[in-house]
């Protein structure tokens, strides 16, 4: 059974950083990406970045570029999302999802959700406010 542990969220001032973990357990897809989503209240859901099996492909929203960065260790099962010069519009829920890696399909898109997503996290919250 696929399981996804979100952990990190809190409340930070704005300029603050926080860093998010996803821990998984019982994946068994050979390959499969991790996707870190939020979602603020009355807002669309958003694929904020996403990250490749073995870690050699990464993908940033425009609204978190140059911000946040996404990294895992694999021995520890664990991705995380290091969120710097945060924002209040970053306030949100977040959320890791995973799916397997469609072969038809180029990276990027995957990351969007759009394409659906086997597994979800429960979530952390973050806050951004003074």
């Known amino acids: 059974q696929v399981q996804l542990v979100e952990s990190g969220g809190g409340l930070v001032q704005p300029g603050g950083s926080l860093r998010l973990s996803c821990v998984a357990s019982?994946?068994?897809?050979?390959?499969?990406?991790i996707v870190w989503f939020r979602q603020a209240p009355g807002k669309e859901r958003e694929g904020v970045s996403c990250?490749?099996?073995?870690?050699?492909?990464?993908y940033y929203a425009d609204s978190v570029k140059g911000r946040f960065t996404i990294s895992r260790d694999n021995a520890k099962n664990t991705v995380y999302l290091q969120m710097n010069s945060l924002k209040p519009e970053d306030t949100a829920h977040y959320y890791c999802?995973?799916?397997?890696?469609?072969?038809?399909?180029?990276?990027?898109?995957?990351?969007?959700?759009?394409?659906?997503?086997?597994?979800w996290g429960k979530g952390t919250l973050v806050t951004v406010s003074s």
């Open positions: 999802a995973t799916k397997r890696f469609s072969y038809g399909l180029e990276f990027r898109p995957q990351c969007s959700g759009n394409y659906g997503m086997n597994y």
């Open positions: 990250i490749s099996s073995n870690g050699g492909s990464t």
């Open positions: 019982g994946i068994s897809y050979d390959n499969y990406i």
